[in-house]
């Protein structure tokens, strides 16, 4: 188009705006071309359609290799071998898998990573084994700390907690464009703190809490620290074992691309396996699971976390990412997430902010997991509108737009179309 178009009323910004889209163009396309993990966006289903997919940090997309997989699971496995696939393998693939991902994603040593229940029973079961553990070492232990921005499954079942065993929840107030810093945790732990309850990304702003030196400070203080993991697994690189984290729980259906429901991983590090007990005591965690015993006594080690039977079929799906993450290092994972949200920064700034609309996550990207929040008051409809054109965000109140970059599976290419049509969108409904 050019500035003499008659149906162009505004030319001079018409053309100020095409510039800058065409130049943004030349930039993802330059970073596509450099980026390492290019080849594997077509390893997931529909990678070659046009549809723009910004909530990989909700629910990932599959990979091809997962559609065969649980194909061949019903035909074979669970079809071919009935019964006889729980001695063969399927009552050690908890484990096995969970020995995995600890491997490829959160930095465990074999041995203290389970797949178990969903995230919020995982949760439980761990934050009320810990909070047991410390109340029966000091009895004056009776608080779980947590902030008031932690996702609403994490605040609602320490108050549940809480209220059962008699404890209080401390809470931390934070900056809901930020997240828990290390004066904010120091401020609230002491000589009652039993156990703390923190996000390693924070699922709104995307903040990514200094975890090392947090559960350092939690450590400093007597307590135990549990760390949600559903953000960063699969995303940001975690040491459990190094940073000496006690606890952590995560999503496997966001990141990790298990599919709607897959069940979650529970960490416990090794030192405290045997000190914990945790309250949904089942025949799968007992200690001869065929004993069919008068009494429960807990396995050793990471069974004595599980309850009942193992949901196998649901996961199966995020064996394949945990493949793949092993396959190309969560580093290189970490180091085009950080490339993708820098650029979706460069893009809002250039695109977005002149339209109202504001980056509500830390602009540092050593404080930032692989999600960003863009704020304004349109953004509700705005995301109504872009669901419609298959461009896929999602909305968290107040006015958040959130545009989750999964490494794996986005192109540069694709953040700019989709980050376009957030600028139409909120052209269209201000
Ligand atoms: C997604 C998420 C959950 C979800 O818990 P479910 O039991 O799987 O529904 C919990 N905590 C955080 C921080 C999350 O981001």
Same mark, same amino acid.
């Given at each position: 188009?050019?500035?003499?178009?008659?149906?162009?009323?505004?030319?001079?910004?018409?053309?100020?705006?095409?510039?800058?889209?065409?130049? &943004?163009?030349?930039?993802?396309?330059?970073?596509? +071309?450099?980026?390492?993990?290019?080849?594997?966006?077509?390893?997931?289903?529909?990678?070659?359609?046009?549809?723009?997919?910004?909530?990989?940090?909700?629910?990932? $997309?599959?990979?091809?290799?997962?559609?065969?997989? &649980?194909?061949?699971?019903?035909?074979?496995?669970?079809?071919?071998?009935?019964?006889?696939?729980?001695?063969?393998?399927?009552?050690?693939?908890?484990?096995?898998?969970?020995?995995? &991902?600890?491997?490829?994603?959160?930095?465990?040593?074999?041995?203290?990573?389970?797949?178990?229940?969903?995230?919020?029973?995982?949760?439980?079961?761990?934050?009320?084994?810990?909070?047991?553990?410390?109340?029966?070492?000091?009895?004056?232990?009776?608080?779980?700390?947590?902030?008031?921005?932690?996702?609403? %499954?994490?605040?609602?079942?320490?108050?549940?907690?809480?209220?059962?065993?008699?404890?209080?929840?401390?809470?931390?107030?934070?900056? #809901?464009?930020?997240?828990?810093?290390?004066?904010?945790?120091?401020?609230?732990?002491?000589?009652?703190?039993?156990?703390?309850?923190?996000?390693?990304?924070?699922?709104?702003?995307?903040?990514?809490? +200094?975890?090392?030196? !947090? %559960? $350092?400070?939690?450590?400093?203080?007597?307590?135990?620290?549990?760390?949600?993991?559903?953000?960063?697994?699969?995303?940001?690189?975690?040491?459990?074992?190094?940073?000496?984290?006690?606890?952590?729980?995560?999503?496997?259906?966001?990141?990790?691309?298990?599919?709607?429901?897959?069940?979650?991983?529970?960490?416990?590090?090794?030192?405290?396996?045997?000190?914990?007990?945790?309250?949904?005591?089942?025949?799968?965690?007992?200690?001869?699971?065929?004993?069919?015993?008068?009494?429960?006594?807990?396995?050793?080690?990471?069974?004595?976390?599980?309850?009942?039977?193992?949901?196998?079929?649901?996961?199966?799906?995020?064996?394949? %990412?945990?493949?793949?993450?092993?396959?190309?290092?969560?580093?290189?994972?970490?180091?085009?997430?950080?490339?993708?949200?820098?650029?979706?920064?460069?893009?809002?700034?250039?695109?977005?902010?002149?339209?109202?609309?504001?980056?509500?996550?830390?602009?540092?990207?050593?404080?930032?997991?692989?999600?960003? %929040?863009?704020?304004?008051?349109?953004?509700?409809?705005?995301?109504?509108?872009?669901?419609?054109?298959?461009?896929?965000? +999602?909305?968290? +109140?107040?006015?958040? #737009?959130?545009?989750? #970059?999964?490494? !794996?599976?986005?192109?540069?290419?694709?953040?700019?179309?989709?980050?376009?049509?957030?600028?139409?969108?909120?052209?269209?409904?201000?």
């Amino acid at each position: 188009m050019t500035t003499s178009d008659p149906v162009t009323t505004r030319p001079a910004v018409r053309s100020a705006a095409a510039g800058a889209d065409a130049r &943004l163009a030349a930039a993802a396309s330059v970073l596509d +071309d450099a980026d390492p993990l290019r080849a594997h966006r077509d390893a997931f289903v529909d990678a070659e359609t046009s549809l723009v997919y910004f909530d990989g940090n909700s629910l990932g $997309r599959p990979l091809r290799a997962s559609v065969e997989r &649980l194909a061949a699971f019903a035909r074979d496995e669970w079809g071919g071998r009935l019964i006889r696939g729980w001695d063969e393998s399927w009552m050690q693939l908890p484990f096995d898998i969970g020995d995995a &991902l600890g491997r490829a994603a959160i930095g465990a040593a074999p041995g203290q990573t389970v797949i178990g229940d969903s995230t919020t029973v995982l949760l439980y079961k761990l934050v009320r084994a810990a909070f047991d553990a410390a109340v029966a070492a000091d009895p004056s232990r009776v608080e779980i700390v947590v902030d008031r921005d932690n996702f609403p %499954t994490d605040r609602f079942l320490v108050e549940g907690i809480a209220a059962e065993r008699g404890g209080r929840v401390r809470w931390i107030d934070v900056d #809901l464009a930020g997240g828990v810093t290390a004066d904010a945790l120091r401020a609230a732990v002491g000589a009652e703190t039993a156990v703390v309850l923190l996000s390693h990304v924070a699922y709104r702003s995307g903040y990514l809490a +200094d975890a090392e030196t !947090l %559960t $350092r400070i939690a450590h400093d203080a007597g307590a135990l620290i549990l760390w949600d993991l559903c953000h960063s697994a699969g995303s940001v690189p975690v040491e459990a074992d190094a940073w000496q984290v006690d606890l952590a729980v995560g999503c496997t259906y966001k990141y990790l691309n298990g599919g709607p429901g897959s069940p979650a991983f529970a960490y416990v590090a090794e030192r405290l396996q045997d000190r914990l007990a945790q309250p949904i005591q089942g025949w799968m965690g007992a200690a001869d699971v065929f004993a069919m015993g008068p009494s429960y006594r807990p396995a050793d080690g990471m069974r004595r976390f599980l309850s009942g039977t193992p949901p196998i079929v649901g996961m199966l799906a995020m064996q394949d %990412t945990v493949a793949l993450l092993e396959e190309v290092g969560i580093q290189a994972v970490r180091d085009k997430s950080i490339a993708l949200t820098e650029f979706a920064v460069q893009v809002s700034d250039e695109l977005l902010a002149p339209l109202g609309v504001v980056v509500a996550s830390p602009r540092d990207p050593h404080a930032r997991g692989g999600h960003l %929040t863009l704020s304004h008051p349109a953004m509700r409809a705005v995301t109504a509108r872009l669901w419609r054109q298959d461009v896929i965000p +999602d909305y968290r +109140d107040p006015d958040g #737009l959130r545009i989750g #970059l999964s490494p !794996l599976s986005t192109s540069f290419a694709e953040t700019l179309a989709g980050l376009e049509a957030v600028a139409e969108a909120v052209r269209a409904e201000s």
